[in-house]
């Protein structure tokens, strides 16, 4: 009995050992004819991989870059009217919240800036609306921003790591609506 045990286990070993050796790319290449170059192109199929990662990481990885990019902006821009804060609206009429970034001088509009509200420059005593002046300060905002992207290393790299991020998202985005 106990010889039939050693056998059995000699046997199931050796058979381990033979597949082993078959199933290695030596012994299978040797039997097979090597493949021409028109079989390649022929075998060559699309092959698809989709993330591991669904919308809600995206979307979650995008906002958080997008926060951190605008806390560094905050840190070294100039005008603290400059200044981007990030939060969530409800948008009327959806019950879905909205990541939403604005810079300071369009949050502190007066209530009745839509109305035609006039104001006058303290630097200047030009009179001017509160519309004109937001273009005005929208326009020095963003080339501000041009110009501390061009100068620091830190907010070039958020504002890459951002648009990878806004890549992403847009590519899944793609790839639902071809579904």
Not at 1 to 10: A, E, G, S, Y
Not at 48 to 63: A, D, H, S
Not at 95 to 111: G, L, N, W
Request: hydrophobic letters at 35%; glycine letters at 4%; one cysteine or more.
């Amino acid at each position: 009995m106990k010889q039939i045990k050693t056998r059995l286990v000699i046997l199931y070993f050796a058979g381990m050992f033979a597949l082993a050796l078959a199933d290695s790319p030596a012994v299978g290449q040797e039997n097979e004819p090597a493949p021409t170059e028109s079989s390649q192109a022929d075998g060559i199929e699309e092959i698809t991989v989709y993330g591991e990662k669904n919308m809600i990481r995206l979307r979650t990885e995008f906002e958080l870059a997008q926060t951190s990019l605008f806390v560094l902006f905050n840190a070294i821009n100039t005008n603290d009217e400059f200044d981007v804060e990030c939060d969530y609206e409800r948008r009327l009429g959806s019950h879905r919240r909205h990541h939403v970034c604005t810079p300071k001088f369009a949050t502190r509009q007066p209530a009745h800036a839509g109305s035609g509200f006039l104001f006058r420059n303290k630097q200047t005593g030009e009179v001017q609306s509160v519309t004109h002046r937001n273009i005005q300060l929208d326009k020095k905002l963003w080339d501000e921003m041009k110009l501390l992207l061009e100068e620091n290393v830190q907010l070039r790299q958020a504002f890459l790591d951002l648009k990878s991020a806004k890549d992403a998202v847009d590519a899944e985005k793609k790839r639902r609506r071809n579904e």
